[in-house]
């Protein structure tokens, strides 16, 4: 069995995002969310550790609550941007965010973590 290294429980969760690039912006929504990061598929193939700006929107009842942060991309599947797919997901780490919004994402992961099929939790 494989231990979970992940610091922050993760959700899923199909929230709009806009990653500001220096090469190209992207809007799509994520995938899965937490504390530390994002989860989210994007058309054009992002290098690993390519810092981006985010945009993101929390629904919180008929409202929503803008959260701004920056984060590296960690991960990206297929890494062979040959492969000539036309879509990547992308692990993005949250590196910069302000306290407030990181209790924000905490607030909404806990609220909705029951997203998650139990081997997940």
């Not at 494989?2 to 709009?16: D, G, M, N, T, W």
């Not at 989210?40 to 700006?53: N, Q």
């Not at 959260?67 to 991309?73: A, D, F, L, N, P």
């Not at 997901?89 to 919004?101: G, L, P, T, Y």
């Amino acid at each position: 069995m494989v231990e979970e290294r992940r610091k922050y429980f993760r959700i899923s969760a199909q929230l709009p995002i806009k990653l500001f690039g220096e090469e190209a912006d992207f809007i799509t929504q994520s995938i899965n969310l937490s504390c530390g990061g994002l989860y989210c598929e994007v058309d054009d193939y992002i290098p690993v550790m390519t810092r981006l700006k985010i945009l993101m929107l929390l629904p919180q009842g008929k409202r929503s609550r803008k959260i701004e942060c920056e984060g590296i991309v960690v991960r990206v599947e297929p890494e062979h941007p040959q492969t000539r797919l036309n879509h990547y997901r992308v692990a993005i780490f949250f590196n910069r965010m302000k306290r407030s919004d990181r209790a924000k994402i905490a607030e909404y992961v806990k609220k909705h973590k029951t997203c998650l099929p139990p081997q997940q939790r």
